[in-house]
T-cell receptor
Framework: GQQVMQIPQYQHVQEGEDFTTYCNSS?????IQWYKQRPGGHPVFLIQ?????EVKKQKRLTFQFGEAKKNSSLHITATQTTDVGTYFC??????????????FGKGTLLTVNP | GAVVSQHPSWVICKSGTSVKIECRSL??????MFWYRQFPKQSLMLMAT?????????EQGVEKDKFLINHASLTLSTLTVTSAHPEDSSFYIC?????????????FGPGTRLTVL
């Protein structure tokens, strides 16, 4: 079945440093979504990428979708303490049937030292 | 923005009892609702997908007779954990999806923490 790997599992940075989390799928995706879950909270949708090679920005966050539509990354520039949380990618398969669902990566827990 | 509520937010029950969790989309109609399970410091594991008025589609390894899902309307889905056991203790999160198959965007509820003694 479809698998989505996400690295690193944990990342601790000093406030102001950059942060990147990577997501890799075992199969080609039709789209990929990114979510943020604050400690004790629930996942909140950040963005969806659909096109091959797509790059989207949200303030200090930059999202990329690979040319082969099998990998993606989230980069945060100059982290702030408010960025703390777990970032999940979720890939939607491009095939029919069971591949149509969203498969979540294990997430990257980001902690920021002020 | 779209809001999804979940009730209760936490529940403690004795082994062998059944627990019902409600998931409501408050200000929109969801084409599809999803039920996830999340263990501490782990990712979300999709349990089942439900569409209003039809039977839920369960993921491999999820017992449909143990985790009963009812999707009575476009704004309400319920998950009942029957004959709960300690290993069922977990964080259960629902989401309401919009778009084709509910996958254009998902809005997550706040989750229900179930503890089975």
């Amino acid at each position: 079945g479809q698998q989505v790997m996400q690295i690193p599992q944990y990342q601790h940075v000093q406030e102001g440093e950059d942060f990147t989390t990577y997501c890799n799928s075992s199969t080609t995706l039709s789209n990929i979504q990114w979510y943020k879950q604050r400690p004790g909270g629930h996942p909140v949708f950040l963005i969806q990428l659909v096109k091959s090679g797509e790059v989207k920005k949200q303030k200090r966050l930059t999202f990329q979708f690979g040319e082969a539509k099998k990998n993606s990354s989230l980069h945060i520039t100059a982290t702030q303490t408010t960025d703390v949380g777990t970032y999940f990618c979720a890939g939607r398969g491009s095939g029919g049937g069971s591949n149509y669902k969203l498969t979540f990566g294990k997430g990257t827990l980001l902690t920021v030292n002020p | 923005g779209a809001v999804v509520s979940q009730h209760p937010s936490w529940v403690i029950c004795k082994s062998g009892t059944s627990v019902k969790i409600e998931c409501r989309s408050l200000d929109f109609q969801a084409t599809t609702m999803f039920w996830y399970r999340q263990f501490p410091k782990q990712s979300l594991m999709l349990m089942a997908t439900s569409n209003e008025g039809s039977k839920a589609t369960y993921e491999q390894g999820v017992e449909k007779d143990k985790f009963l899902i009812n999707h009575a309307s476009l704004t309400l889905s319920t998950l009942t954990v029957t004959s709960a056991h300690p290993e069922d203790s977990s964080f259960y999160i629902c989401s309401a999806g919009i778009g084709t198959a509910g996958l254009r965007e998902q809005f997550f509820g706040p989750g229900t923490r179930l503890t089975v003694l």
